[in-house]
T-cell receptor, first 115, second 115 residues
Framework: GESVGLHLPTLSVQEGDNSIINCAYS??????FIWYKQESGKGPQFIID?????DKRQGQRVTVLLNKTVKHLSLQIAATQPGDSAVYFC??????????????FGQGTELSVKP | GAVVSQHPSRVICKSGTSVKIECRSLDFQATTMFWYRQFPKKSLMLMAT?????????EQGVEKDKFLINHASLTLSTLTVTSAHPEDSSFYICSATTGSGYEQFFGPGTRLTVL
């Protein structure tokens, strides 16, 4: 969903622990979801994506889970490192926008990794 | 590949002046470019979608006469903030797509401060 008016939630983890970042999306017709990482003062960086016909996708140290029943997306980061400290956004593309369509960003979660 | 640049990275201007921000796709042709603004500790809010050679499509609540968008070539889009005021101070981010696939490639952002 969109974040207007909401403060950024924060998640603090110890280095080496696993992190789970959650996102509730708003549009049941969305068929493509992306997780982005944004470091302070920079643009978003693509982390991993998943289509609506999947419920899990794994990358290097990251896993995205999609639960369409409750419109929930999560990003799991294994063995979290200080370099993972950033704000993480989920984003969705509703089906009607097709390819190259506009993204709807979630509110974001600030991940802080303690050494 | 798929690098997007923005210029300038930071700009400070006086109230009432206009500021132009450039967004360039460096190694691909961008059929569509998007402009976002982001306030501190908030999510990205889409301002407008721009397709090369045609007028931009603005999101609800975004003044098209205030935020002029030009997408004159397949590698360049510009956002001009006209008669800027302190409330226009924000982080402006552009993204670009190739037209095949959903992925948007983000620029590094431009920090605008209006005094």
């Amino acid at each position: 969903g969109e974040s207007v008016g909401l403060h950024l939630p924060t998640l603090s983890v110890q280095e080496g622990d696993n992190s789970i970042i959650n996102c509730a999306y708003s549009n049941s017709a969305s068929d493509y979801f992306i997780w982005y990482k944004q470091e302070s003062g920079k643009g978003p960086q693509f982390i991993i994506d998943i289509r609506s016909n999947m419920d899990k996708r794994q990358g290097q140290r990251v896993t995205v889970l999609l639960n369409k029943t409750v419109k929930h997306l999560s990003l799991q980061i294994a063995a979290t490192q200080p370099g993972d400290s950033a704000v993480y956004f989920c984003a969705e593309i509703p089906t009607i926008y097709n390819q190259g369509g506009k993204l709807i960003f979630g509110q974001g979660t600030e991940l802080s990794v303690k050494p | 590949g798929a690098v997007v640049s923005q210029h300038p990275s930071r700009v400070i201007c006086k109230s009432g002046t206009s500021v132009k921000i450039e967004c360039r796709s460096l190694d691909f042709q961008a059929t569509t470019m998007f402009w976002y603004r982001q306030f501190p500790k908030k999510s990205l809010m889409l301002m407008a979608t721009s397709n090369e050679g045609s007028k931009a499509t603005y999101e609800q609540g975004v003044e098209k006469d205030k935020f002029l968008i030009n997408h004159a070539s397949l590698t360049l889009s510009t956002l001009t903030v006209t008669s800027a005021h302190p409330e226009d101070s924000s982080f402006y981010i552009c993204s670009a797509t190739t037209g095949s696939g959903y992925e948007q490639f983000f620029g590094p952002g431009t920090r605008l401060t209006v005094l």
